[in-house]
Each structure stands twice: as structure tokens, then as C-alpha cells.
């Protein structure tokens, strides 16, 4: 949160940053020059540095800012001791508060302050006069974007003065963007500049880690002697299992309380204790544990008796856990006032939404952070849009959203793959500091695109756009992706011209497309191709590891173990050093390699050139029978299973129509513990007595995941269209209705219809439709036409848009997708499809 009483800049030569403001409430402060033609730089005073109250980053971080400022004036700025400068003199000052026992709301507190002494930076902490001299740097136009010198803008700046009384301390206590598979030698000192260059850090160190499994270790001796303090799982104690706990034990619970006071004992530094449980279930099946009540409350339970046991001898230290997997559903017990619970963004069980967790949670009394995954490389592989941290609409909805319902810590598992996700995590940085900075995106992307590309933005303003994780659509089908971004890479690099900086940015972001196109190549080879492409990809991600655009270590490491058709020869896996690695080197990709690399992709993908217009229809529905005279009788398809969220529409020609829908929960047994099935349907347009564009008219939860079938019945009590959402919690439900009630699939690019299993639907090709487009991401399936005969085959490799001519007398009249497996959308046709022509729903515009 920032506090601008006054915030002005003069920079001859640079541009004021958009988010400096000006205020008329009083005088303002007054201008101090840093340096000028005339006037030599002024010197960097230390007040009182002591030993920095034992901080060993400040240091680095002043002779950083002194190099930074000396670089954007073209002088040198020295560090003078104050008793070496003249009376009267302005200077750079730097303080650290001396306050003993400054609360953790208040360590990265920091004033920014011109006056006629000159500017004054005093942070409550060392931390915080850190974040204030690179704050001061962003103000005059320093940006480090993502790790390296390549992508660090220093201003050359002919006068620097400044008029600014500066209040600042973060929205969030806790900003951690943390690479899930670890660092290698190429990043180890790039990325804790970056965190410290945008301010990114911890006010309050928040342990939360599983810990379970620590703690066993460190007793070791008291679980050995006492077994039973392991839970009781299948009538035994788990000993070798998930190292999870008998929690109903209370010497167990003295154990553990044990074990954090002399973790305290040692750590005197350490702000928090661990308490969250181990991963996986095991959790104890002993009646002891079982009257406790569910894992939330019993997890719960440990971490409040720490919390009480630490803060009676060390007052003021916390105790972190997560909201997570089978302890994520709130729990009955109050939250002690110095446990934090980080409520996990993914791997939520009880079929509870991230919000009702969180709001369920802070009901009762807990502190909130959220346990965040911008990126899991076992997840996106650094591809383009794949993940959480490349989507800013993402980015900018849930960091102010989480912050208002009360979270003020979060830690998000990311990735070194600044090449796809770069712009997101530079973004997170902001807005995790400001939530209002949420609002500010598009001129945050503005000054990237302009600071880091200049006269080449547009072009790479186009690529960001194809990469950006909202645009779904532009990674529909992957050949056309490489192309674009190769071709808007090509465009960008000729504009970039003598630019040498430009040109390296560019360059790197080349090597990083040329990455895509290699996993894109191995993931669709097969046999001896695969292996081959497979090395090749290896081979290219370590040359490039330096730029830090794709995870290389986490890529080497793990790529192989999961991918059983390919293997690492002995005396090339990842720990194996250059130069008896053959896999492995370091030189630099050269120019002429960068260029080559630039042709090629340009010349092996083409752009997707349509030969059909995709029309677009409206949710104004009707039933078929309203635009066709007779229907073909037909036996029902079926699209029958689904995984997540799934909504389906119909039509009621009459009030008071009755519906019923058949539904099994649970299909797969071992994820039965995700909750129930809930449904709800919506009236479109709003009920008749209301205006509203929906109306929620019916609500159901009734049906649990145990495999059995159970009827869902609901009365629609106007005419008109209503859309029924059905979700469950990934565990795989089976949705069917009495043949003939209406109920369509809307099937555009934006909607999933990727349905579980095989599938075979209806669908209307309108008179006049001359080709018939669609996509198709299918691994098998045919398009038949009204005669039963094949039209096109669905089976793609990674996507494609697919076009076939509608023969004379086949428009005006239904098609059908036969044994589909995976997602196709109608583009030039309306997008419902229905498992019979009986139950099909059709735009009412077709009426016309």
C-alpha cells in the first residue's frame, strides 16, 4: 500500500513514470538534485550502520543502488562517511530505525523524503530501507523485468531531481514467487536479485512446508519408544507409511510441542513453526483421533497447543499449516490467534470452492495466507499460456480478491521459465506489494512492452498476446502458434535494428520459441523419432539454461522419469559436469545460430488461413422442432461422463415442465472424498419478474460420491431457456436424462466439452451453409454427414481447424460427430449438439 503525500520527479531526458503523483493539499517538498551537468553527484551518507541489526543483505543492496544511480547519471555517486561532508551540504541519506521490537506489520515500513538536507531513505527495518533504495530506482525509471542483465533497463538520465515524501508497507506480508524444482548454478545469484529488485520478500518468515515427516526425524527417539504415536491405519500404526500422527494421543501432542520449543530454542530468529501435516492421506483411524472430529480439526488441534505452548515462552512467534488436501475443509475448533493457515490453491478435497474454504476458514478466527501454484513444471513444461503465472487476467482478479477476504501471506510454487511466464511474475511482483496495481495492468504491460522492446513493441506487444494465459484460443492449434510467434519474433528483431539490448532480448526469446517447437516435436514423435527429438530438446534447454526463459534443471531432471519411451544414456544425466557430459555445453548461441533457428521456424509453420467465416449465434433458444418440420428418428448418442464442470441448456415451451436428470457421483473410487455433486439451473434472461440477465431457480448437493445412481428433479416455472450447471470434484460423474427431454451442449472454442470417454452427438448444419468449419482437438471420431457417410475424420495430433464442403441437399438438415474422444467446437454452424434430434435446442434466430 502506498502513501504518496507528495511524489513528483523532474528527469530531463526520461519520462515521468505514469504512477508518480502530485498532491496540492500542502507545500509541496522541496526538489533536490541528484546530479546534473553542472552539479556532481551528491554523496550516499550512511547513518548509524552498525551491523545492519545483523542483516547481511543491505550491504550488497547499497553498493547495488550506488552502482545503478552511477550507471543512469553517467558520474559516479561515492558512499561518504558523515564526517567527511561539508556542512550544509544535501546528501543521500540512508537510516535504519533504531526501534527495538518493531512488529512484523511495520518490517518493511519505509519513508521516502526530500528536503532541503537533501533525500533521506529510512526504512523501520534493514529489510525495509533495502525495498526503499530500489523503490527509489523504480521511481526514476529502473526496471529489472525478469533475472539477467539482459532484461534490467538502466536510464540514462542527463539530470536527476526529485521532489517526493514517500510512505510505503505491502498489501501482502509475505510475496513469494519460489521455483518448485529448486535453483542451478545459473540462477542462484540472478533470481535473489530479481526478489530483491522488485521487492519481493518476507516480512514475516512463514514456515509452512509439510511437517510431519520432520518432526519424526528430529524425535526420533520418543517415536521409537513410543509407536503409538503414529497413526493407527488398517488396525496398525503407520510407521512406515505418511508419516501421519495419532493426534488424539496428548503425549503425542506433548511431543510435538516438545520439538517446537527447542526448534524456537535454536532458531531464536525464526518468526514460525511449521505444523501442517504430511502429504497423502494415512490420516489415523483410531477412536481417540476419530472424536477429535475430521483431519481439519485434528490438525488444527496440534498446531493450537504449539501455538500456546510456543507463545508462553516465546511470545510472539506463529505457527503456520496449510488449508490443504484432506485438512482444506474449515473446521469445527477456533483457530488460536497465532496459527496461519495458508488455504492451497489446488489439491482441495471435500468439493469446496478456494473462497468458501478461505471465507469458512476465517469464520473461525484464522489468519489468512494462500499457498499458491503459478507454475508446476510436471504440470506446464514452460509452454506457452499452460500455466496460472502467464495469465494476468488471473493475476490481477485473485490477488486483490484473496487480499480482501483477508489473506496477507502468499507463496506461490513457480518455476525459472520467465520466457512464457516473465510478464505474469513481474506483474504478480506489483500487484502483491499494491493490490491497486491490479488496476494499473494495462499500463504496467504498457511500460514493458515500450522500456524492454522500444521501437519493436508492437510486434512483441502481439507476441505477449499470443502467449498470455486468458488467450485460449491462440494455442488451439500449435503449428499456427509457432508460426505467429516465430513471425512476430522475425518482425521484432528487424525493427529492433543497432539496438543491441533490444536485439538480445529478442534473441533469447527466440531460443526460447525454438524450445516450444522442440517439446512440441517430442511430445508427438513416436519410437526412435521421440528419442531423438527428446535428446535434442535436452541438448538445447541446458545451452539455454542462462537466460532463465525455460526451467532447464527441473526439464533434465525430471523429463526422463516420467517418460518411460526414452532414456538418458549413462555419462549424460543431469549431474553429470561439463565437458565428460555430452549432452551438456555452455557455448553461447551465436547470431547466425539465432538467425537460422528464426528462418526455419518461420519457414516450417504456416499461419491458419480459414476457407469458411465462423458465425456467431445467440442463446436464444428454441426447441429443433421449431426449425425443422420433422426430425430423423434416431436411437440416443451419448455424451454421458464428465470431469469437473459441464452445463448443459434446455427450453420450456410451457410453465410448470418437469425435469428430471439421473446422476452418479464418484466414479473413481479413490478420489470419493471430494464432496458432492452440485448442481444448479438458471433461468437466462432472468425469471419473469426480474430484470436480471440470469436467475438461479434451483440448487441440489443431494447426490454423494459413491457410485450410485440417484434422480435429480426440478420444475421449470416460466417459459423460456435455462442453462443447469453440474459440477463435482474431478472424481468423475455420469449425468443422463429420460429420452427426449431437451438438453443441449453448447460447443464453442471457449466451452469445455471435452467429454470423459467416447461420444456421439447431433448437430444442424442451416440452408445455405456452404462448408461446414470446425475444430477439432479429437484423438479419434468422425464427422458424418445426413447420409451416414464420413465427411471428415476428427483424429488430430495437438489441434486443428477443419473445413469440408456441405454437398447439395445435406444444408437445411442435421450432422453428426460419431464416437468422438476429446473436444470439438462448431465454428459456422450453431454450436449445440444433443444426443438425439429430439432433444436438440436451436437458436430462435434460425426461425427466421
Avoid at 187 to 215: F, Q
Avoid at 279 to 286: I, L, P, Q, V
Avoid at 352 to 378: C, F, N, P, Q
Avoid at 536 to 549: A, E, F, K, P
Amino acid at each position: 500500500m502506498s502513501l504518496h503525500r507528495f511524489a513528483f520527479a523532474v528527469l530531463v531526458g526520461f519520462a515521468v513514470p505514469s504512477s508518480l503523483s502530485v498532491s496540492a493539499i500542502a507545500a509541496p517538498p522541496p526538489t533536490v538534485l541528484f546530479a546534473g551537468k553542472d552539479s556532481p553527484p551528491l554523496p550516499i551518507v550512511i547513518e548509524s550502520p552498525g551491523d545492519w541489526h545483523g542483516d547481511e543483505t543491505l550491504a550488497p543492496a547499497v553498493e547495488d543502488f550506488r552502482t545503478l544511480l552511477s550507471r543512469m547519471a553517467g558520474a559516479e555517486f561515492e558512499i561518504s562517511p558523515p564526517e567527511t561532508v561539508a556542512d550544509g551540504r544535501r546528501i543521500i541519506r540512508l537510516k535504519v530505525s533504531e526501534k527495538p521490537d518493531i512488529p512484523a506489520s511495520d518490517r518493511e515500513h519505509y519513508r521516502i523524503v526530500t528536503s532541503d538536507a537533501g533525500i533521506e531513505l529510512r526504512g523501520d527495518t534493514p529489510l525495509a530501507l533495502r525495498h526503499a533504495l530500489y523503490d527509489l530506482l523504480h521511481r526514476l525509471g529502473f526496471r529489472q523485468y525478469f533475472p539477467g542483465r539482459t532484461w534490467e533497463i538502466v536510464p540514462k538520465l542527463p539530470k536527476i531531481a526529485v521532489a517526493l515524501d514517500i510512505d510505503e508497507r505491502p498489501d501482502y506480508a509475505s510475496r513469494r514467487i519460489w521455483y518448485g524444482y529448486g535453483l542451478w548454478e545459473h540462477n542462484r545469484e540472478n533470481y535473489p536479485a530479481w526478489c530483491a529488485r522488485n521487492r519481493m520478500a518476507e516480512g514475516l518468515k512463514l514456515n509452512t512446508g509439510h511437517a510431519y515427516g520432520g518432526i519424526i526425524s528430529r524425535r526420533k527417539a520418543d517415536f521409537d519408544a513410543h509407536p503409538e504415536f503414529y497413526a493407527l491405519v488398517d488396525g496398525k500404526r503407520d510407521i512406515r507409511g505418511q508419516a501421519k500422527l495419532c493426534i488424539g494421543n496428548p503425549a503425542l501432542r506433548d511431543t510435538v510441542k516438545a520439538y517446537a520449543l527447542d526448534f524456537f530454542a535454536e532458531n531464536p530468529g525464526a518468526d514460525s513453526v511449521s505444523m501442517d501435516p504430511s502429504d497423502g492421506g494415512g490420516w489415523c483411524e483410531c477412536d481417540a483421533c476419530a472424536a477429535i472430529g475430521p483431519p481439519s480439526d485434528r490438525a488444527l488441534l496440534l498446531a493450537n497447543e504449539v501455538a500456546e505452548a510456543v507463545n508462553a515462552r516465546f511470545p510472539g512467534k506463529v505457527v503456520g499449516m496449510y488449508a490443504y488436501s484432506f485438512h482444506s475443509p474449515p473446521p469445527a475448533l477456533t483457530v488460536h490467534p497465532r496459527v496461519i493457515v495458508s488455504a492451497a490453491t489446488g489439491f482441495i478435497r471435500g468439493g469446496l470452492s478456494i473462497d468458501a474454504i478461505m471465507t469458512g476458514w476465517r469464520a473461525k478466527g484464522a489468519t489468512l495466507g494462500v499457498r499458491e501454484y503459478y507454475s508446476v513444471h510436471t504440470w506446464d513444461r514452460d509452454l506457452p499460456g499452460a500455466a496460472r503465472g502467464a495469465n494476468l487476467d488471473y493475476l490481477a482478479t485473485t490477488i486483490p480478491d484473496f487480499h480482501a477476504k483477508g489473506a496477507r501471506y502468499l507463496s506461490a510454487e513457480s518455476s525459472d521459465n520467465w520466457g512464457c511466464n516473465g510478464l505474469g511474475y513481474y506483474f504478480a511482483s506489483r500487484v502483491l506489494w499494491d493490490t491497486g496495481e491490479a488496476a494499473r495492468r494495462d499500463e504496467i504491460v504498457a511500460d514493458f512492452l515500450a522500456q524492454a522492446f522500444g521501437p519493436a513493441r508492437e510486434p512483441m506487444e502481439k507476441f505477449y498476446t499470443l502467449i498470455e494465459g486468458s488467450n485460449k484460443n491462440a494455442r488451439l492449434v500449435y503449428d499456427d502458434l509457432l508460426a505467429r510467434m516465430f513471425r512476430r519474433l522475425g518482425e521484432a528483431r528487424e525493427l529492433a535494428g543497432g539496438d543491441e539490448a533490444i536485439r538480445r532480448r529478442v534473441d533469447e526469446l527466440v531460443l526460447h520459441t525454438r524450445y516450444v517447437e522442440l517439446f512440441d516435436r517430442y511430445r508427438n514423435a513416436r519410437e526412435d523419432a521421440r528419442q531423438r527429438a527428446f535428446e535434442d530438446l535436452i541438448r538445447h534447454g541446458y545451452r539455454m539454461r542462462g537466460t532463465s526463459l525455460i526451467h532447464a534443471y527441473a526439464l533434465y531432471r525430471d523429463l526422463a522419469a516420467r517418460d518411460k519411451s526414452v532414456v538418458i544414456p549413462e555419462g549424460a544425466g543431469f549431474r553429470v559436469p561439463e565437458p565428460v557430459n555430452p549432452w551438456k555445453s555452455s557455448e553461447p548461441f551465436s547470431g547466425d545460430e539465432i538467425e537460422a533457428m528464426l528462418g526455419s521456424g518461420i519457414a516450417n509453420h504456416q499461419p491458419v488461413q480459414l476457407d469458411f467465416e465462423p458465425r456467431e449465434f445467440t442463446e436464444n433458444l428454441v426447441p429443433a422442432t421449431c426449425v425443422l418440420e420433422s426430425l430423423p428418428e434416431s436411437a440416443p448418442g451419448g455424451a454421458e461422463r464428465m470431469r469437473g464442470n459441464r452445463s448443459f441448456h434446455t427450453v420450456a415451451e410451457l410453465p410448470g415442465e418437469e425435469y428430471e436428470l439421473r446422476v452418479t457421483g464418484g466414479l473413481i473410487e479413490h478420489y470419493r472424498d471430494r464432496g458432492n455433486v452440485r448442481i444448479a439451473v438458471w433461468k437466462i434472461g432472468g425469471a419473469s419478474d426480474t430484470g436480471e440477465r440470469e436467475t438461479l431457480i434451483f440448487e441440489d448437493q443431494s447426490v454423494p460420491p459413491d457410485g450410485v445412481e440417484r434422480a435429480v428433479k426440478w420444475t421449470a416455472r416460466d417459459p423460456g431457456v435455462y442453462r443447469v450447471d453440474v459440477a463435482d470434484g474431478h472424481d468423475l460423474t455420469r449425468v443422463v436424462w429420460p429420452e427426449g427431454q431437451r438438453m443441449s451442449w453448447r460447443a464453442t472454442l471457449e466451452d469445455r466439452n471435452d467429454f470423459s470417454g467416447r461420444w456421439s452427438l447431433w448437430f444442424f448444419v442451416p440452408k445455405g451453409t456452404r462448408t461446414l468449419g470446425l475444430y477439432s482437438a479429437a484423438q479419434g471420431g468422425q464427422l458424418l454427414r445426413p447420409d451416414g457417410k464420413p465427411a471428415l475424420d476428427l483424429k488430430t495430433e495437438s489441434g486443428a481447424f477443419l473445413s469440408t464442403p456441405v454437398p447439395e441437399g445435406m444444408d437445411n438438415t442435421l450432422w453428426r460427430i460419431h464416437s468422438a474422444a476429446g473436444k470439438v467446437a462448431l465454428l459456422n454452424v450453431p454450436p449445440w449438439l444433443a444426443r438425439s434430434p429430439a432433444e436438440l435446442c436451436l437458436p430462435a434466430e434460425l426461425t427466421e
